[in-house]
């Protein structure tokens, strides 16, 4: 059974950094992309950032490039997201998602099948 539990979050001020980490089992990584998503209170659930395979391209939304990284480790089965100069906008609940490589669809999160139960993030001061 496929699944996935993230990890990571919690409160931090303004300018701050958080790495998140998003457990995989029941599947190899290797064959699977990944993506995180938000959702913040009242909006709808957002793309963050896509990744397909270690070295391959990476998708980033407008709002996050340069200031968040995702990556992965096939050998531990682990996603990470380290988020840098951290805004309060970027307060939300962190998803991390995947699908199988075989399917396409960008970052688009009507395509990822499989998704965790999520980390809250807050930035505040």
């Not at 050998?75 to 490589?101: F, G, I, W």
Request: include cysteine; hydrophobic fraction near 30%; proline fraction near 2%.
């Amino acid at each position: 059974q496929l699944q996935l539990v993230e990890s990571g979050g919690g409160l931090v001020q303004p300018g701050g950094s958080l790495r998140l980490s998003c457990a995989a089992s029941g599947f190899t990584l290797d064959y699977y992309t990944i993506g995180w998503f938000r959702q913040a209170p009242g909006k709808e659930r957002e793309g963050v950032s896509c990744n397909s395979c270690s070295g391959c391209r990476t998708n980033y939304a407008d709002s996050v490039k340069g200031r968040f990284t995702i990556s992965r480790d096939n050998a531990k089965n682990m996603v990470y997201l380290q988020m840098n100069s951290l805004k309060p906008e970027d307060t939300a609940v962190y998803y991390c998602a995947a699908r199988h490589r075989s399917v396409v669809g960008a970052c688009a999160q009507e395509t990822f099948g499989s998704w965790g139960q999520g980390t809250q993030v807050t930035v505040s001061s």
